[in-house]
């Protein structure tokens, strides 16, 4: 079996100014985009690597997320307000990763 992507183009339905990618985060137990406007990334939607780091949330109450995507992983930070800070997770594509939940 072919390995599937771990990215899904969602460029249509969000209006971003590059492509739009959306990828489950573990961690945050929901989706995290990468907007190829903002980030570069390597164009493979299988084992995708994006720069610079990826960081989300961290004001208020909203939980913090820093992470690298490198060849197909997130790889988190150790500023990260989640269990997953400091490790090193395989991507699943979303719709896998959405059935697995917290």
Avoid at 10 to 35: A, E, I, N, S, Y
Avoid at 44 to 57: E, N
Avoid at 86 to 102: F, R
Wanted: proline content about 8%; glycine content about 12%; charged content about 20%.
């Amino acid at each position: 079996m072919a390995d599937e992507p771990v990215l899904a183009d969602v460029t249509r339905d969000v209006g971003m100014k590059g492509q739009c990618f959306v990828f489950w985060c573990p961690g945050c137990r929901h989706g995290h985009f990468l907007d190829t406007g903002r980030w570069s990334w390597n164009g493979d939607l299988v084992r995708p690597t994006a720069t610079p780091s990826i960081l989300v949330g961290g004001k208020g109450d909203v939980p913090r997320c820093h992470l690298y995507i490198v060849d197909g992983t997130m790889q988190f930070l150790d500023d990260c307000s989640h269990e997953y800070k400091g490790q090193t997770v395989k991507m699943l594509p979303p719709w896998e990763a959405m059935m697995v939940g917290p």
